[in-house]
């Protein structure tokens, strides 16, 4: 007898800043705050549930060629992709294109050579936006990346990586001559944020690869939305197919057999949407901890409003600046935020705001009189109060919406940032912290599946 096979899909998306699918509701429990040699390329046959990881495993990395990180063992990606043999026409023509993308970086991106160019750390990071969007940009599945894009992806991050070879710092250290005497010089290293972040990225970046390509001989498949009706039409293993209601008509849809999946592959999926959770938040953590160090740009402080309670309105102002305790949950709740585009509105005032506000704490007054000292000092300890919560509210807001795109503040941080070091470091992980989320979301879609067929 023939079973009837279902397709189903998942809560409404949203793009994230580069372009990708988000998850519904059930994958925004985990919070938005940025990798070893795992089991995905072998699943479990077993039936109990699949045990998370308590620390990294250990990855198929190998060091790249390098005067200083190679010394440091610091470890890089190898292509793990069998290439075959290239002719000489293809070596030419990826010799050219190589040739081109390093031009367009020492030109800053302006081809008429004029020096109006942004700088290299904009110029890299855009580079490193731009691969990414090439290479995972049209992944809408969960499925292995074709090989020519992982040899791509591979081979360039390979290249734009490689610059952070050559970002040191300095140290006093000796050196002892061929007669005794110990000579004090200066002795370069990898800078300390490039050497402690740089190896953890690219292990994330490995382990996420892996989890794509595990993905092979799959219990579930996608349908494309357009061509399910006639599906539907022309055969009885398909039944009625609920259509997106949302404008990504284009993506694919998962499908699961009637009686859903196995308990196995079902454990396997939850175990996989775990790590790649577990994923997300490092790359998000290192991401946010890069944009903290950059220096807030003059444009952004100039432009900030001459008081903190005309940035974010009297409602938040009100909640915030009660004398009782204050919870940023409670006032999430009652702000009722409906979409991406409202939370990133108030993100963006609150965030304005706290500066403000710090802006005022931080500031003096020569005049002496003692009451205008106390006045003062009430007005700094309620500035500290205010930026306190202001910043407690925006954490809780980011954590609730994980796919909310990156503030104002952040975009002027990056635009303005002349760190080629900070540059690559923030670019690398934020599109690893996108790829992992859309891991998730696309983990997320076909276990809502597999739940709608079993409650049926």
């Known amino acids: ?34 990798s070893e040699v795992s089991t995905y390329s072998e699943p479990s046959i077993s039936d109990e549930p699949l045990p998370l990881p308590m620390t990294w495993p250990d990855s198929k990395l190998v060091g790249r060629a390098s005067p200083i990180l190679t ?31 390093f031009s367009k970086l020492l030109l800053g991106e302006d081809m008429s050579g004029s020096g109006k ?58 050196q002892n001559l061929p007669d005794g005497t110990a000579l004090e010089v200066m002795a370069s290293r990898p800078r300390s944020d490039i050497y402690v972040n740089l190896p953890a990225l690219g292990k994330l970046d490995s382990m996420l690869l892996e989890i794509l390509d595990s993905f ?25 197919v609920i259509h997106r209601d949302d404008e990504k008509w284009w993506l694919p849809v ?25 994923i997300h938040k490092a790359a998000m953590a290192i991401n946010s901890a890069i944009l903290a160090e ?3 740009p003059e444009s952004y402080l100039a432009a900030l409003p001459k008081s903190g309670r005309s940035s974010v309105g009297d409602s938040i102002y009100r909640r915030v600046s009660t004398p009782d305790k204050f919870c940023p949950d409670y006032l999430l709740d009652c702000l009722d935020i409906t979409s991406e585009h409202e939370a990133l509105d108030i993100a ?27 006045d003062l000092m009430a007005d700094g300890d309620k500035n500290h109060m205010l930026a306190s919560r202001a910043e407690s509210l925006l954490l809780c807001l980011k954590h609730r919406y ?9 975009t002027s941080k990056i635009q303005c940032n002349k760190d080629v070091g900070q540059a690559i470091l923030e670019s690398y992980s934020r599109v690893l912290e996108s790829l992992a989320f859309n891991i998730v979301a696309w983990i997320d879609d076909v276990l809502f599946i597999d739940g709608s067929v079993k409650r049926r």
């Open 1 to 34: 007898m023939d079973s009837s096979l279902v397709c189903d899909e998942n809560s409404e998306r949203s793009n994230t800043d580069i372009g990708c699918s988000t998850p519904g509701g059930d994958s925004l429990d985990y919070s938005r705050t940025i």
């Open 71 to 101: 010394k440091l063992r610091m470890e890089q990606h190898v292509d793990l992709v069998d290439e075959k043999p290239r002719n000489g026409d293809m070596a030419n023509s990826e010799l050219e294109m190589m040739k081109e993308k």
């Open 117 to 174: 160019g942004v700088c290299s750390a904009v110029a890299i990071s855009n580079a490193i936006t731009n691969l990414y969007a090439t290479v995972f940009g049209h992944c809408y599945k969960l499925e292995p990346l074709p090989p020519e894009k992982k040899s791509m992806w591979r081979r360039e991050m390979d290249c734009l990586l490689s610059v952070c070879d050559y970002i040191v710092e300095l140290y006093p250290s000796f």
């Open 216 to 240: 092979q001989n799959t219990e579930f498949w996608y349908v494309d939305e357009g061509k399910q009706s006639s599906i539907a039409c022309t055969s009885r293993s398909f039944r009625q």
């Open 254 to 278: 998962p499908c699961v057999p009637a009686s859903g999946l196995p308990e196995r592959s079902r454990k396997e999926l939850q175990h996989k949407r775990e790590c790649a959770n577990q």
């Open 294 to 296: 950059m220096e807030v």
């Open 348 to 374: 963006d005032c609150v965030e304005a705001a706290m500066y403000v506000w710090r802006r005022k704490a931080s500031m003096n007054n020569s005049k002496s009189s003692w009451d205008m000292v106390k």
């Open 402 to 410: 994980p796919e909310l795109s990156q503030t104002t503040l952040d």
